[in-house]
């Protein structure tokens, strides 16, 4: 083939495939068979490959992924992207309502209603109608730089090509929205992830969001993201001065947007809008919680502006917990990693936001006696964002006398032996440290992902180790037989030397996470680092004596009783010792004192809301490292409430004490002026 044909049929299969891309992830109306546009991406990977100088950087085969990276980078929002103010009924946004047309002077508005995806909030830009750069909303100011990860997104246009013909492009535009999965993708995905022994993703918010941050984009590129564009920020050039028509120019640039955007003008308008997506939300094949109020008018948004990182000509109408009822089949009983029995309900098959729940727990033996549950009974249950599902109350007035009384064992299901109730304790427990069942518990905790986060070391693969007799206890894991691995279905060269790459890598977890995965009863994430911080290593940890352990902050009598009697009991010090000769990291490591006059230091400070650049454990490791002690109640000697996103309660109740709120931006300044994170971080 001569080079000028080459070069014109590589253009040929570029436009086919920028087409068939759009029409399959944007329009949702594919024209091609997936057999065809394979062959077709085949094609323009062989002429690429036979001539390199014709590739560039917006071509449909760019986007598996770079090489993987160390850490992300860095990007400052010229445009800060704020947080959303919520309102939770009828009374609140009629008062939100009537807080924009006060502050507005205006007698007539127009708002524009849209749905909230549940996903992860990006910036993209285009220069000249290529993909620039791509960042993470971070702490609203700055966000990580994942343009790499990005790029790999199938419906995110790598060079601009308008599906309207004659739409002027800006020279420079930033797209503005939500990284998401589709709930059928998502079950596919984590299908996957379950047939291979991994760790399942518990929503597709999750599943979005850590695909999205992934340091190898090579992963990224494996994950079904979605791009849904809801606005624009930083641009150049002349573009539509209302909300609903730069949604209309997203759409002619080739953006995936709602189709179902409605202009409002009266608050009964809005509330039927959010009413109609209530209803509507159990069929949609993507998740949301809740519907986006703006108003229209973009230069009437920019004379209002923001107040604490809200801004105030925006809000969102937060849908309340989804709760159905269903019936109590039976009720079982499942042991924890400390020998507890857990009561498990066993629903008649029901869907609580698309999501197919059969079972809820019952917390423990007082729950069950508090909410008067006999098996057979009618119950609601409840399930919100994240929770696993819980039954929150028993219909009696349903009762036809077949229902029966539940009453908790008095041995252990899995093995047989002797289970008691400690006093003081809310569960029962199984007595046999050597319980099957409390050792797959055991092995699951160690490699998750608060503890020495093994990645690809699911459950499942837990389970099937311990069961096959591999892993007998922790010190298994850094030694286990590879050539019986090897034997086993589905495991392969590649998922042989990743696994072996995560179980090496964790031997340098801290000692936080360390003792946190040794499984001590009342010793979670908080607990753990608070003994490392205090101890540094792992001799000082097993040296010290009750009372030492009662003079850590936040560590209490029963608690430190606890921890000793682990301590002090031979067959752990004995693991510790191999597990320290297998090579696992036995120390703290070097921690910056926080100064004595840091804005942090000796202050008292309540975590409320999810937060949206870092973790809930992140925030409180940081914030102890600046001195600051971290509590979970609201009361008058609380300090600070540093609130993110669904606050809840806690922000009510610092309300009504007066005590100083922070948004997530607030904190991350107050940590960086403090000196415990970086100037740009």
Same mark, same amino acid.
């Given at each position: $083939?001569?080079?000028?044909?080459?070069?014109?049929?590589?253009?040929? =299969?570029?436009?086919? =495939?920028?087409?068939?891309?759009?029409?399959?992830?944007?329009?949702?109306?594919?024209?091609?068979?997936?057999?065809?546009?394979?062959?077709? $991406?085949?094609?323009?990977?062989?002429?690429?490959?036979?001539?390199?100088?014709?590739?560039?950087?917006?071509?449909?085969?760019?986007?598996?992924?770079? +090489?993987?990276?160390?850490?992300?980078?860095?990007?400052?929002?010229?445009?800060?992207?704020? %947080?959303?103010?919520?309102?939770?009924?009828?009374?609140? &946004?009629?008062?939100?309502?009537?807080?924009?047309?006060?502050?507005? !002077?205006?007698?007539?508005?127009?708002?524009?209603?849209? #749905?909230?995806?549940?996903?992860?909030?990006?910036?993209?830009?285009?220069?000249?109608?290529?993909?620039?750069?791509?960042?993470?909303?971070?702490?609203?100011?700055?966000?990580?730089?994942?343009?790499?990860?990005?790029?790999?997104?199938?419906?995110?246009?790598?060079?601009?090509?308008?599906?309207?013909? !004659?739409?002027?492009?800006?020279?420079? =535009?930033?797209?503005?929205?939500?990284?998401?999965?589709?709930?059928?993708?998502?079950?596919?995905?984590?299908?996957?992830?379950?047939?291979?022994?991994?760790? =399942?993703?518990?929503? #597709?918010?999750?599943?979005?969001?850590? %695909?999205?941050?992934?340091?190898?984009?090579?992963?990224?590129?494996?994950?079904?993201?979605?791009?849904?564009?809801?606005?624009?920020?930083?641009?150049?050039?002349?573009?539509?001065?209302?909300?609903? +028509?730069?949604?209309?120019?997203?759409?002619?640039?080739?953006?995936?947007?709602?189709?179902?955007?409605?202009?409002?003008?009266?608050?009964?308008?809005?509330?039927?809008?959010?009413?109609?997506?209530?209803?509507?939300?159990?069929?949609?094949?993507?998740?949301?919680?809740?519907?986006?109020?703006?108003?229209?008018?973009?230069?009437?948004?920019?004379?209002?502006?923001?107040?604490?990182?809200?801004?105030?000509?925006?809000?969102?109408?937060?849908?309340?917990?989804?709760?159905?009822?269903?019936?109590?089949?039976?009720?079982?009983?499942?042991?924890?990693?400390?020998?507890?029995?857990?009561?498990?309900?066993?629903?008649?098959?029901?869907?609580?936001?698309?999501?197919?729940?059969?079972?809820?727990?019952?917390?423990?033996?007082?729950?069950?006696?508090?909410?008067?549950?006999?098996?057979?009974?009618?119950?609601?249950?409840?399930?919100?964002?994240?929770?696993?599902?819980?039954?929150?109350?028993?219909?009696?007035?349903?009762?036809?006398?077949?229902?029966?009384? @539940?009453?908790?064992?008095?041995?252990? #299901?899995?093995?047989?032996?002797?289970?008691?109730?400690?006093?003081?304790?809310?569960? *029962?427990?199984?007595?046999?440290?050597?319980?099957?069942?409390? &050792?797959?518990?055991?092995?699951?905790?160690?490699?998750?992902?608060?503890?020495?986060?093994?990645?690809?070391?699911?459950?499942?693969?837990?389970?099937?180790?311990?069961?096959?007799?591999?892993?007998?206890?922790?010190?298994?894991?850094?030694?286990?037989?590879?050539?019986?691995?090897?034997?086993?279905? !589905? @495991?392969?060269?590649?998922?042989?030397?990743?696994?072996?790459?995560?179980?090496?890598?964790?031997?340098?977890?801290?000692?936080?996470?360390?003792?946190?995965?040794?499984?001590?009863?009342?010793?979670?994430?908080?607990?753990?680092?608070?003994?490392?911080?205090?101890?540094?290593?792992?001799?000082?940890?097993?040296?010290?004596?009750?009372?030492?352990?009662?003079?850590?902050?936040?560590?209490?009598?029963?608690?430190?009783?606890?921890?000793?009697?682990?301590?002090?009991?031979?067959?752990? *010090?004995?693991?510790?010792?191999?597990?320290?000769? $297998?090579?696992?990291?036995?120390?703290?490591?070097?921690?910056?004192?926080?100064?004595?006059?840091?804005?942090?230091?000796?202050?008292?400070?309540?975590?409320?809301?999810?937060?949206? %650049?870092?973790?809930?454990?992140?925030?409180?490791?940081?914030?102890?490292?600046?001195?600051?002690?971290?509590?979970?109640?609201?009361?008058?000697?609380?300090?600070?409430?540093?609130?993110?996103?669904?606050?809840?309660?806690?922000?009510? *109740?610092?309300?009504?004490?007066?005590?100083?709120?922070?948004?997530?931006?607030?904190?991350?300044?107050?940590?960086?002026?403090?000196?415990?994170?970086?100037?740009?971080?």
């Amino acid at each position: $083939m001569a080079e000028v044909d080459v070069s014109a049929r590589v253009d040929e =299969l570029r436009e086919l =495939l920028h087409r068939y891309n759009y029409e399959y992830y944007v329009l949702d109306t594919p024209t091609v068979s997936d057999a065809e546009y394979d062959e077709l $991406m085949n094609e323009l990977r062989q002429i690429e490959q036979d001539h390199p100088d014709l590739v560039t950087p917006e071509s449909p085969t760019q986007r598996v992924g770079a +090489e993987p990276s160390t850490a992300f980078g860095t990007i400052r929002h010229e445009i800060p992207m704020l %947080s959303l103010s919520n309102v939770y009924n009828y009374d609140e &946004l009629t008062e939100w309502v009537a807080r924009v047309y006060r502050l507005a !002077g205006s007698e007539e508005l127009e708002f524009v209603t849209e #749905p909230k995806i549940d996903g992860s909030a990006v910036s993209i830009i285009y220069r000249d109608g290529r993909l620039e750069r791509g960042a993470t909303r971070g702490d609203g100011v700055t966000g990580e730089d994942v343009t790499s990860n990005i790029k790999t997104i199938r419906n995110v246009p790598l060079q601009i090509s308008p599906a309207v013909k !004659g739409t002027t492009i800006p020279p420079v =535009l930033e797209v503005r929205g939500e990284i998401y999965m589709r709930r059928s993708e998502f079950d596919q995905l984590n299908q996957r992830r379950s047939d291979a022994g991994e760790t =399942l993703f518990a929503n #597709p918010r999750n599943a979005a969001a850590g %695909s999205l941050r992934q340091l190898d984009s090579k992963l990224t590129a494996e994950r079904p993201l979605r791009l849904y564009a809801y606005g624009v920020g930083l641009v150049e050039g002349d573009v539509p001065q209302s909300h609903s +028509e730069q949604i209309a120019l997203l759409r002619d640039l080739g953006f995936a947007v709602t189709d179902n955007a409605k202009v409002c003008t009266t608050t009964e308008e809005i509330w039927e809008q959010c009413e109609s997506w209530l209803q509507a939300r159990i069929d949609l094949d993507y998740e949301i919680d809740g519907v986006v109020i703006k108003l229209n008018d973009i230069n009437l948004q920019n004379e209002l502006g923001a107040v604490s990182r809200e801004p105030r000509w925006a809000t969102a109408y937060k849908f309340p917990a989804i709760q159905k009822t269903t019936k109590i089949e039976n009720i079982e009983i499942n042991v924890g990693r400390t020998g507890s029995l857990n009561p498990v309900a066993i629903l008649e098959a029901v869907e609580i936001g698309g999501v197919t729940v059969r079972r809820a727990t019952l917390h423990n033996e007082d729950e069950i006696e508090r909410l008067g549950v006999m098996i057979g009974d009618s119950v609601v249950v409840e399930r919100a964002g994240d929770v696993i599902p819980k039954v929150v109350s028993v219909i009696k007035d349903r009762r036809d006398g077949s229902e029966r009384e @539940f009453s908790m064992p008095d041995s252990c #299901p899995v093995c047989g032996a002797q289970a008691v109730r400690l006093e003081g304790e809310v569960a *029962r427990e199984c007595v046999n440290v050597s319980c099957p069942a409390r &050792l797959r518990e055991q092995i699951r905790h160690f490699v998750s992902r608060g503890s020495m986060d093994i990645e690809g070391f699911g459950s499942k693969l837990a389970v099937l180790f311990v069961d096959l007799g591999l892993i007998k206890d922790f010190s298994d894991i850094y030694q286990l037989d590879w050539e019986k691995v090897a034997e086993l279905e !589905g @495991f392969g060269p590649k998922r042989i030397e990743n696994l072996q790459q995560s179980i090496e890598a964790s031997k340098e977890q801290p000692l936080s996470r360390l003792i946190n995965a040794l499984g001590i009863r009342h010793i979670g994430e908080r607990n753990a680092r608070s003994l490392a911080h205090h101890f540094r290593t792992m001799q000082r940890f097993l040296d010290a004596t009750r009372e030492d352990f009662e003079a850590v902050p936040g560590i209490g009598t029963v608690v430190a009783e606890a921890v000793f009697d682990f301590v002090q009991e031979p067959k752990n *010090r004995d693991l510790i010792g191999r597990l320290e000769k $297998m090579g696992l990291r036995m120390d703290e490591g070097t921690i910056e004192s926080a100064a004595a006059d840091g804005k942090l230091s000796g202050k008292t400070v309540v975590l409320t809301g999810r937060m949206e %650049s870092l973790t809930r454990s992140d925030a409180q490791e940081l914030l102890e490292r600046a001195g600051a002690q971290v509590t979970s109640s609201v009361s008058r000697k609380t300090d600070y409430v540093a609130a993110g996103a669904d606050p809840g309660s806690k922000a009510d *109740r610092a309300r009504e004490l007066d005590v100083p709120l922070l948004t997530e931006d607030d904190l991350l300044q107050m940590l960086r002026d403090d000196g415990i994170i970086d100037s740009d971080s």
